[in-house]
Nanobody, 119 residues
Framework: QVQLVESGGGLVQAGGSLRLSCAAS????????MGWYRRAPGKQRELVAD???????NYADFVKGRFTISRDDAKNTVYLQMNSLKPEDTAVYYC?????????????WGQGTQVTVSS
């Protein structure tokens, strides 16, 4: 099994910054990709950004130029630096990892961390 623990969420004014962290622990034999999703009130969960082991990044259009995803493979940790935050970025942010956990390849999710941007 694998556990993903997010941290770094909170309340910030529009234009401010936050940095989210997500650490994976447990029976990890390799992680192919890690990323961040979010779910705003009344909306479906959507991809924010993800990063493969090879370094390929994928950003949603609504965060390009404002958010940066990075990984520390030695720590099995992924980060999301969020700058120029907008009220519409308010959501619960979920960490996601795809890898070999135990004897199988699977996808794991964190519990989520709340990000609230005030106007």
């Amino acid at each position: 099994q694998v556990q993903l623990v997010e941290s770094g969420g909170g309340l910030v004014q529009a234009g401010g910054s936050l940095r989210l962290s997500c650490a994976a622990s447990g029976s990890i034999f390799g992680i192919s990709a890690m990323g961040w999703y979010r779910r705003a009130p009344g909306k479906q969960r959507e991809l924010v950004a993800d990063l493969s082991t090879g370094g390929t990044t994928n950003y949603a259009d609504f965060v390009k130029g404002r958010f940066t995803i990075s990984r520390d493979d030695a720590k099995n940790t992924v980060y999301l630096q969020m700058n120029s935050l907008k009220p519409e970025d308010t959501a619960v942010y979920y960490c996601n990892a795809y890898g070999r956990f135990g004897s199988t390849w699977s996808r794991a999710w964190g519990q989520g961390t709340q990000v609230t941007v005030s106007s």
